[in-house]
């Protein structure tokens, strides 16, 4: 009897200390869990490539703004009143031209912005870094309006002027635009399509990137990367 005694009393002690083990266990990776500033850096610069990558691969597919009509770059109000004028007298082809160019140069700026993504992230400061972690859906993507927009301008106009140029649309546009602004008592119109079209596509590029940031926010299984894993888990913590 003594023997059965003490061998229950000794598995009770191992059950117990298996258990304190646990707990020991459990406490240190509560504490493992708030990732270092450079942990965190990390773990966003990681989602923030993940995204931007994605986002750029999407839309810079041919066809990609023509043929999704949630994104496909239509004229401005002005030069549609052009464009409707031109169709009822059978140059319907050439505005059809004219918008396929439109989204096709929308696309060609797209596979510009990459390297300029990847430089403002990796100038991003640790305080950045934890503040845009915590800070929910969409604050990475604010992050990089702030400091890729005015980089991204310079490189999508020109692929766009280009586009726009090989059918003749610039110029002609243009002009149309500077003889209305001539008319008395008119509001005057921009006559820089390449503008246009360059903050149309800057915008479906931020939105597109800002639902691949919010995907990766909300999904655990998006994060691809041990840092991104750490850095989000701990996010989840804060929301």
Request: with cysteine; hydrophobic share 40%.
């Amino acid at each position: 009897m003594k023997k059965y005694l003490l061998v229950g009393a000794l598995s009770m002690f191992i059950s117990a200390c298996d258990v304190a083990k646990v707990v020991a266990t459990d406490v240190i990776a509560n504490l493992n869990t708030v990732p270092t500033q450079s942990e965190a850096a990390d773990g966003l610069k990681d989602a923030l490539k993940q995204g931007f990558s994605n986002g750029v691969a999407q839309l810079s597919q041919t066809g990609a703004f023509n043929n999704n009509a949630l994104i496909k770059i239509l004229l401005p109000e002005d030069a549609q009143k052009v464009a409707d004028k031109l169709r009822s007298i059978g140059m319907g082809d050439q505005v059809d031209k004219v918008i396929f160019q439109l989204n096709e140069g929308a696309e060609k700026a797209v596979a510009t912005a990459k390297p300029i993504f990847i430089d403002a992230v990796s100038k991003m400061s640790f305080s950045d870094a934890m503040s845009i972690l915590t800070g929910g859906n969409g604050a990475a993507t604010n992050y990089l309006k702030q400091t890729t927009s005015s980089a991204l301008q310079t490189a999508f106009k020109p692929q766009i002027e280009q586009s726009l140029n090989q059918v003749g649309f610039t110029a002609h546009w243009s002009d149309l635009v500077n003889t209305y602004n001539k008319i008395p008592l008119v509001t005057k119109q921009n006559p820089d399509l390449n503008q246009y079209v360059t903050d149309k596509a800057m915008k479906a590029l931020f939105d597109r990137v800002e639902i691949e940031e919010n995907a990766i926010r909300s999904d655990p299984s998006k994060r691809l990367t041990d840092l991104m894993k750490k850095a989000f888990n701990y996010a989840d913590t804060k929301k």
